[in-house]
């Protein structure tokens, strides 16, 4: 059992260990990055054809112009409120009509697991 033991290569396994860490966080730390200047990308598209259009005033490159939190959630629940008053409303009554049932072999009691063993009297 202890030989088991020393024919791990621990080098191997600390190299493999840091490699898959560096990889994780070098993607997180990439995301962040892309969160954090998406708007700015949108912002400069917004420009250009607000430019071309000609309806752009150059305001300053300092000031940034960004909808607040409380209006972007102020949207949501308008939009949410919405489209879910677009579904028809139902009375919520449910009925329940009683089926006459075919005859059905699979439901038959003659075909019971029963039948088949003898009975124990």
Known sequence: MFYL?????????????AVGYSVVFSALILLIFVFKFMPKVLNMQ????????????EQ?????????GEVNAAIGTALGLYFSD?????SKIITIKRVERRYSPWSSKIYN?????????
């Open 60 to 68: 300053g490159d300092t000031e940034e112009q960004y909808i607040a």
């Open 86 to 90: 677009l579904h028809d409303d139902e």
């Open 113 to 121: 697991i029963n039948n088949v063993l003898p009975s124990r009297r």
């Open 46 to 57: 917004l420009k250009r054809r607000l430019k071309k259009e000609g309806k752009y005033v």
């Open 5 to 17: 033991l020393e024919a791990v290569n621990w080098s191997q396994i600390w190299v493999i260990t």
